[in-house]
């Protein structure tokens, strides 16, 4: 679970990353920096949802 959730993050600082150069590279009107926030966004709802499911099912234990 713990692997998951660290390989989802790295993903989406990559697609962060990846955007952040194709804004400074693409000068002609590129849409790859728009796909690629894109994609991070919907990575981002991804792990949201990955995280509510492992809580849901028990595989995040509740701690007080």
Request: charged share 15%; net charge positive; no cysteine.
């Amino acid at each position: 679970m713990r692997i998951v959730v660290y390989v989802l993050i790295a993903l989406i600082l990559a697609s962060l990353a990846s955007a952040l150069v194709f804004v400074f590279r693409d000068r002609s009107g590129s849409k790859r920096a728009v796909k690629a926030l894109a994609l991070r966004v919907a990575l981002s709802i991804a792990l949201f949802l990955f995280l509510m499911a492992g809580f849901y099912f028990g595989f995040i234990p509740q701690k007080l």
